[in-house]
């Protein structure tokens, strides 16, 4: 069984939750002139028959068959509250009663007035005296109507209508007219229900592909829970289904499309009352997609001193976006963009340690997490520099038909290729002469040639792109080559030795024959070096016996009778005593005249032409020049 508390606590939970009874006046006002009638009305939705209790200021006063109570000729101790019940209701809400002993009142609806409800207004005299002249004030400003009588009605009360009323009028008293005034009455249009406020669903903005739920929530004034409202939702002041008694609005699956401004609307069905909330941003966030990175630099290669600039984009997501930058797995920075458009990054390039592998990653917080670009490589390309030249041999001479080798090198340079040139001009321009062989940075001769002398260098390079390309030129080598001596110097020299062995013999013997004579072989002599004594031939006689003076005979150069001979070889000298006519232009000595015979060899340095033109068709050779010439002793 219940106890007595379970019993109370039951007891108040079904009193609260009975149905109020309403109490209204007739007539319908809140201020009557004393000595005048106003009838109380107890309504419920109980069946007739039951007892009535009224209540004036919080007392019980009087309990009734009907649900009416009549006051006839109010007097002022009438004024206060009044409420009723029912054994089956609750206690109404109170209603106020003024009894005014005025000439003039201004009489307003006893009952709480809502936004939306009819408010009417009468400036009344006392024992319904005509007034003329009548203005209605609210808070003391002046608000008449142009064609009012006695009343003032507004037809859909708004709570901007609250406020302290009053009115003023002519009356006729008991023998003229004066302006009276009526006490002021505090009137209160009371709001029916809040203003609406759209709220979305969850958390933060809704995530593409995901539903979505707008709700519209206002709070309906207690004493008006019976009223029925409807709502209308609005996307970008767009109306999206009309008006709907669902507090809810649902997008199935959101998509880039919903994202917008949105606000909804509360109204009753008569439209008597409408409100609107406050715009809500919804963005519907797409997810971010895989980045694509790109490098501001040519076919993947950059040059020491170059800026680079490594830009990082999501074709989709929603902002902001985050990029971050990585260079083989180690972070370089990030970049946080606020609306469409990549995310970039500067890079100076200081070294070869800037090459390498790079990507960049997205984030925009969605579940889905960063998203990764695929990896890019970057290669550092070194400008070449400090080229240098050398060659294989330890000085710049070099033999023809000899191989020689020249090297190019660099300081410094990423994959330099190499060019030579020749006396200025590349060596390709060079014609006439078999071209060396250039590997990497080698230039190979396998046979030099006389005309590979001269001046050398090397140009080492590299580029980027064909608008971009580095040089750096080596000094100039001058290189040297030397002819190895000619066969025809060779049999030449062979042959002065044979005929000089030769003649010494004969002129060892004729000196024992004939004192007149001497023969003796000359060296070979160079016509470029002063005029030398030739030593006497060994085991001669001495010069005092021949008849000649003791110094060494001297013999000058002739000057060879071609200006482009080389050297004059004597092979033979025969120095004779005459008696005769003097050689025209000869210097006696000793009153002793002398004469010289010499023959010319051939050039020493014969050209491969003039080596064939001397050789006879039998195969034997001829001399390339068989001059004699008798000049005299000097």
């Given at each position: 069984m219940?106890?007595?508390?379970e019993l ?7 009193a609260a939750t009975?149905?109020?009874a309403t109490?209204?006046?007739?007539p319908?006002?809140?201020t009557?002139?004393?000595g005048h009638s106003?009838?109380?009305i107890?309504?419920?939705?109980h069946?007739?028959?039951?007892s ?6 919080n007392?019980s006063?009087?309990y009734?068959?009907k649900?009416?109570?009549?006051i006839e000729k109010t007097r002022m101790?009438?004024?206060?509250r009044?409420?009723?019940k029912?054994p ?6 109170p ?5 005014s002993?005025k ?5 307003a609806?006893y009952?709480a007035v809502?936004e939306?409800?009819p408010l009417h ?8 005296a005509?007034?003329k ?5 609210r808070?003391?400003?002046?608000i ?5 009588n006695?009343e003032?009605?507004i037809?859909?009360?708004?709570t ?5 009323y009053h009115?003023?009028g ?12 009526s006490?002021a009455v ?6 029916l229900?809040?203003s609406?406020v759209?709220?979305?669903a969850g958390s933060?903005d809704?995530?593409?592909?995901s539903?979505v739920?707008?709700?519209?929530v206002t709070e309906l004034?207690p004493?008006k829970?019976d ?23 649902h997008?199935?699956v ?9 606000h909804?609307?509360?109204?009753t069905?008569?439209s008597?009352?409408?409100k609107?909330s406050p715009k809500?941003k919804?963005?519907?966030?797409l997810?971010v997609s ?5 490098v501001?630099?040519?076919g ?6 170059d800026v ?5 984009e999501?074709?989709?997501g ?6 971050r930058f990585?260079h083989?797995g180690?972070?370089?920075g990030?970049?946080?963009v ?6 970039s990054?500067?890079l100076n390039v200081?070294?070869?340690?800037d090459s390498?592998?790079y990507f960049?990653e997205a984030d925009n917080?969605m ?5 990764h670009?695929?990896?890019f490589h970057?290669?550092v390309?070194?400008p070449v ?5 050398a060659?294989d ?5 070099v033999m023809a ?11 410094s340079g990423t ?10 001009e ?5 014609s006439g002469l ?5 590997v ?6 396998g046979?030099?040639q006389?005309?590979?002398g ?8 590299n580029q980027?792109s064909p608008?971009?390309v580095f040089?750096?030129?080596?000094e100039i ?12 110097v060779?049999?030449?020299?062979s042959f002065l030795?044979l005929?000089g ?5 004969v002129f060892?013997?004729?000196c024992?024959?004939k004192a ?5 072989s000359?060296?070979e002599?160079d016509t ?9 031939g ?10 000649l003076?003791?110094e060494d ?6 000057c060879p009778l071609?200006?482009e001979s ?7 000298v025969?120095?004779?005593?005459t ?6 232009e000869?210097l006696?000595?000793?009153n002793e ?9 051939a050039d020493p340095?014969p ?11 039998e195969?034997?050779f001829?001399p390339?020049n ?8 000097l």
């Amino acid at each position: 069984m219940l106890g007595r508390a379970e019993l109370l606590v039951l007891a108040l939970g079904l009193a609260a939750t009975a149905q109020k009874a309403t109490l209204t006046l007739d007539p319908p006002w809140s201020t009557v002139f004393r000595g005048h009638s106003v009838t109380l009305i107890c309504s419920t939705s109980h069946s007739p028959g039951q007892s009535f209790t009224w209540y004036h200021n919080n007392k019980s006063f009087r309990y009734t068959i009907k649900n009416s109570l009549r006051i006839e000729k109010t007097r002022m101790s009438d004024a206060g509250r009044y409420q009723c019940k029912t054994p089956g209701s609750g206690r109404s809400d109170p209603v106020l009663l003024t009894i005014s002993e005025k000439w003039l009142i201004l009489q307003a609806p006893y009952y709480a007035v809502f936004e939306g409800d009819p408010l009417h207004l009468r400036c009344y005299g006392w024992n319904e005296a005509g007034i003329k002249g009548i203005k209605f004030y609210r808070n003391g400003a002046h608000i008449t109507p142009s064609n009012v009588n006695s009343e003032l009605s507004i037809k859909q009360a708004r709570t901007s209508d609250s406020g302290k009323y009053h009115c003023i009028g002519s009356m006729k008293t008991t023998f003229t007219f004066t302006c009276e005034m009526s006490p002021a009455v505090s009137i209160s249009v009371q709001e029916l229900f809040s203003s609406p406020v759209l709220r979305a669903a969850g958390s933060g903005d809704p995530i593409e592909g995901s539903p979505v739920t707008l709700r519209c929530v206002t709070e309906l004034n207690p004493q008006k829970s019976d009223t029925l409202l409807q709502r209308v939702f609005y996307k970008d002041s767009r109306d999206l289904e009309g008006a709907r008694s669902s507090l809810d609005y649902h997008i199935p699956v959101a998509g880039l499309q919903d994202s917008g401004y949105y606000h909804c609307a509360v109204q009753t069905v008569t439209s008597s009352v409408r409100k609107w909330s406050p715009k809500l941003k919804i963005t519907v966030k797409l997810p971010v997609s895989l980045p694509h990175l790109t490098v501001s630099a040519t076919g993947a290669w950059a040059a020491i001193g170059d800026v680079v600039e490594i830009r990082c984009e999501s074709p989709r997501g929603s902002a902001p976006i985050v990029y971050r930058f990585h260079h083989e797995g180690a972070a370089l920075g990030n970049r946080t963009v606020s609306s469409r458009g990549p995310g970039s990054l500067a890079l100076n390039v200081t070294s070869e340690r800037d090459s390498g592998t790079y990507f960049c990653e997205a984030d925009n917080g969605m579940a889905s997490g960063p998203q990764h670009s695929a990896p890019f490589h970057l290669s550092v390309l070194v400008p070449v520099s400090g080229a240098t030249i050398a060659t294989d041999r330890m000085g710049p001479e070099v033999m023809a038909g000899e191989s020689l080798n020249l090297n190019c090198s660099v300081e410094s340079g990423t994959a330099p290729l190499f060019k030579w040139l020749h006396n200025a001009e590349e060596l390709a321009a060079v014609s006439g002469l078999g071209l060396p062989t250039a590997v990497g940075n080698t230039l190979h001769f396998g046979s030099v040639q006389l005309g590979h002398g001269g001046n050398y260098q090397c140009i080492a390079s590299n580029q980027l792109s064909p608008q971009r390309v580095f040089q750096a030129p080596s000094e100039i080598l001058a290189i040297a080559v030397k002819e190895h001596a000619s066969p025809w110097v060779a049999v030449a020299v062979s042959f002065l030795f044979l005929m000089g062995v030769v003649a010494a013999l004969v002129f060892y013997f004729k000196c024992w024959k004939k004192a007149e004579g001497m023969f003796f072989s000359a060296p070979e002599r160079d016509t470029q070096l002063p005029a030398q004594h030739e030593p006497p031939g060994k085991g001669l006689p001495p010069l005092g016996s021949l008849g000649l003076h003791a110094e060494d005979p001297l013999y000058g150069n002739v000057c060879p009778l071609e200006p482009e001979s080389g050297e004059v070889v004597y092979t033979v000298v025969n120095i004779k005593k005459t008696s005769g006519d003097k050689p025209k232009e000869t210097l006696p000595r000793d009153n002793e005249e002398y004469y010289v015979s010499y023959t010319v060899l051939a050039d020493p340095k014969p050209t491969w032409e003039s080596a064939a033109e001397v050789r006879s068709p039998e195969g034997g050779f001829l001399p390339a020049n068989d001059i004699y010439e008798n000049v005299p002793h000097l």
